[in-house]
């Protein structure tokens, strides 16, 4: 654990140097109007956290650098969200005033905001679901016991499905589903189909096939689309303008990365509920071990359904970045539910 006094020094250190992009020193702490320290208090203090692995002191420099470790313990330990200008709130609120006729508006939208009020690479995920409609259902017995669901999206993407009979179905009643399936839920985007299928197909079902509860429980396990991502990205560049990575070749292989949908997918993909912030040495992927990476969540009735991320430099402004990104997540949760269920 470490003292108030050493809590109040590192993070006065990495305030310093989120801001300067430059080594820091005891004697710029001690002039801190929130510091009554001297030097020399603040130097040995230094000193002990360096130690501890709470800072860094680069070869060129007399001043200290914040580690992974240092960062870690100030993103869970000391900061504090920052309150977001009237301004950057209004930007925002315009994403989700405009009137949407695709998710892929908003989610663009969501990344572009993203990106200019933080001034950094904005990434979110954006499931496929979204922009499929049901154009046809055919359900295909293979034998007694197995059958095949083949589902037709109205952009021509197939799914099949294999499903588990019921046991002694005849193959009447399995077109007398299909029917019914048809009928009703044609032209349904395809995220909402198992909700409609206890809407509108439970009652039919119900009248007019034998075994229908067996049925059901299998059409429920057979709606339930694949959902593939898409990746809207926008600020790709802007990690070029941080001090740190003005060498072209020093940042060559995070630019390489943001051009790979598998490999930007993968690194949205943090375990947990909530803002998630991956930083310097935790990232897995060699090109990120200079950078941090914060995400999070939107939803869709309850149901997580996509990711927003902030990708920068580890001298990230995390207090801002966290506000803005869990304030635009919410929003966007919101306004999914509201339009979409």
Not at 32 to 41: E, H, L, P, Q, V
Not at 99 to 110: K, M, P
Not at 265 to 279: K, M
Not at 315 to 320: D, F, S
Request: glycine share 6%.
């Amino acid at each position: 654990m470490l003292s108030e006094r050493q809590r109040l020094i590192l993070n006065a250190i990495i305030d310093n140097y989120i801001h300067s992009a430059e080594p820091v020193g005891s004697r710029t702490i001690s002039k801190r109007n929130d510091i009554g320290f001297s030097s020399a208090t603040i130097r040995n203090e230094m000193a002990d956290l360096e130690e501890l692995g709470y800072l860094e002191q680069p070869h060129t420099s007399a001043g200290r650098v914040p580690s992974t470790k240092g960062y870690r313990f100030y993103v869970d330990n000391l900061i504090r969200p920052e309150h977001l200008s009237e301004q950057e709130l209004n930007n925002i609120r315009n994403v989700f005033a405009e009137r949407i006729n695709h998710i892929e508006q908003v989610i663009e939208s969501t990344a572009s905001i993203l990106s200019q009020v933080t001034n950094y690479t904005a990434i979110v995920l954006g499931p496929e679901i979204f922009e499929h409609r049901l154009k046809a259902i055919q359900i295909v017995p293979l034998n007694e016991q197995q059958a095949v669901a083949i589902i037709v999206t109205h952009t021509g993407r197939v799914e099949n499905k294999l499903l588990d009979l019921p046991k002694g179905i005849h193959p009447g009643e399995i077109e007398k589903l299909v029917n019914i399936l048809n009928s009703k839920l044609i032209d349904v985007p395809l995220w909402q189909l198992r909700q409609r299928l206890y809407q509108e197909i439970a009652g039919e079902m119900r009248r007019h096939v034998e075994q229908y509860e067996e049925m059901l429980h299998m059409l429920e396990r057979s709606l339930n689309p694949e959902e593939g991502e898409r990746v809207f990205l926008r600020g790709a560049t802007k990690i070029m303008n941080q001090p740190e990575f003005r060498d072209v070749e020093k940042v060559k292989d995070i630019l390489e990365l943001l051009e790979q949908n598998d490999q930007l997918i993968r690194l949205l993909d943090v375990p947990g509920e909530g803002i998630q912030v991956r930083i310097g040495q935790e990232n897995d992927m060699d090109a990120m071990k200079e950078c941090s990476i914060v995400t999070t969540s939107y939803y869709l009735g309850g149901k997580p359904v996509g990711v927003v991320g902030i990708l920068g430099p580890t001298r990230m402004e995390y207090g801002k970045v966290i506000s803005v990104l869990d304030y635009l997540a919410r929003g966007l949760s919101q306004m999914l539910t509201k339009q979409f269920e």
